[in-house]
């Protein structure tokens, strides 16, 4: 299939890439670089051997998204690029509103009048909150607390109206828990660009020396040893359940799918396993909650399972062991 792959340089769309290459479908990378480096598009081409369409621009350009669409014969469309930092979308509500609301209202209008109507889009576990009930199954409740969370709530909304006003539509909500990790090859990877909100990069920024110590925030939850519980997920986990989310595609819908493990695992947990793999000591002290966190978060992942065929095959030594060689192949990313 011709597969257009919006913020295809980031995190998440390189290791998509690389896996839609390996199944032969042929792709055009559309990216503004707000997040990412032309490098990351150069290290896709060279895991896969395959020459990769690019195109610089951005998705809230919507004459631009319409003849990329068009020369490309697009069938499908990925939709990666937008914004995730949940404290910047906070101090910076309007521009989360433009790139992640109003950048895919122009993809999806783009979209309409080229007839395209086969959409994969990335959603977050964010749009759960605070859950009631443990595993977190898709018909739960929604509610967010933050600007970037209710931009990912807003979008989902308008895809199913859009899905209700015209049910010939395929379209796949993909709700993230944790990704993490790295390609086996070292050569992609999370590449954040200042201080990490997350916990894993910061991990690796610490194992490597780039950074003092971690805070961890808050060993007074309800939960195991105290410390928040959270569904870790192998990028290429990920990844592939994005190709099979579009071979899902070939009927018309609008669902909402869980792409996490199952298993929860604690900051401490994952500290020691990151210290097991690197062989190195990961320094941190104990500081205050984090305003927003919930103390535990893991999915049920059997709806996707059952209606995707995918299952997370990799667990959380192979996550720290490839984000560790992701780190030390490249100490300051691309
Ligand atoms: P990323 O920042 O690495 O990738 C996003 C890419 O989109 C970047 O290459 C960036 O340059 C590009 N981009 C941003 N705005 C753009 C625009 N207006 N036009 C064109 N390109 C633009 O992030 P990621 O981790 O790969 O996340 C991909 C998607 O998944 C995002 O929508 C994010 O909100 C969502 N998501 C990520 C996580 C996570 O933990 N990484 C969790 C849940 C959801
Ligand atoms: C965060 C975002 C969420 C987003 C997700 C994936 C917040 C409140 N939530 O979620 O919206 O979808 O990232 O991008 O920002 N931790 C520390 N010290 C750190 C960093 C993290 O102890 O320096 C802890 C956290 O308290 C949490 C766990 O590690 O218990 C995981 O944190 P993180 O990687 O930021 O992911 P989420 O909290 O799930």
Redesign the pocket.
């Known amino acids: 299939m011709n597969v257009l792959v919006?913020?295809g340089?980031?995190?998440?769309?390189t290791h998509t890439c690389v896996e839609l290459l390996k199944s032969n479908h042929s792709i055009l990378i559309?990216?503004?670089?707000?997040?990412?480096h032309p490098e990351a598009v150069k290290r896709v081409e060279a895991i896969t051997g395959k020459k990769v369409n690019f195109r610089q621009?951005?998705?809230?350009d919507i004459a631009f998204i319409k003849k990329q669409i068009t020369d490309f014969k697009c069938e499908a469309v990925m939709h990666?690029?937008?914004?995730?930092a949940v404290g910047e979308s906070c101090q910076n509500p309007l521009k989360y509103y433009d790139?992640?609301v109003a950048?895919t209202l122009s993809l999806l209008q783009a979209m309409q009048s080229c007839n395209v109507k086969k959409l994969v889009f990335?959603?977050?576990?964010?749009v759960y909150g605070a859950p009631k009930r443990l595993p977190i199954v898709e018909d739960t409740e929604l509610h967010t607390t933050n600007p970037y969370g209710r931009s990912?709530l807003i979008v989902e909304d308008i895809l199913r109206d859009l899905y209700t006003s015209d049910p010939s539509w395929h379209i796949a909500i993909l709700r993230?828990f944790?990704?993490v990790g790295a390609h086996k090859s070292g050569l992609i990877g999370?590449d954040p660009i200042g201080i990490p909100n997350?916990l894993m990069p910061i991990v690796a920024q610490v194992a490597s020396n780039r950074r003092e110590k971690l805070s961890i925030w808050g060993n007074d939850y309800p939960t195991k040893d105290g410390t928040g519980i959270r569904d870790y997920i192998h990028i290429v986990d990920l990844a592939i359940g994005h190709l099979k989310a579009l071979e899902s595609l070939n009927v018309a819908q609008c669902n909402a799918y869980n792409l996490g493990t199952g298993n929860g695992y604690s900051v401490l947990e994952v500290i020691k396993m990151f210290e097991h793999v690197s062989n190195q000591k990961i320094e941190y002290e104990i500081a205050s909650r984090r305003d927003g966190d919930v103390a535990e978060c893991y999915a049920d992942p059997l709806y996707a399972m059952q209606q995707l065929d995918w299952k997370a095959e990799r667990g959380l030594r192979e996550m720290c062991e490839d984000m560790w060689n992701w780190q030390i192949k490249n100490p300051t990313g691309y």
């Open positions: 919006t913020g340089a980031g995190f998440i769309g559309i990216d503004n670089f707000e997040n990412s621009g951005d998705v809230r990666f690029a937008g914004l995730k790139y992640n950048g990335s959603s977050s576990a964010t990912k993230y944790n990704p999370e997350n």
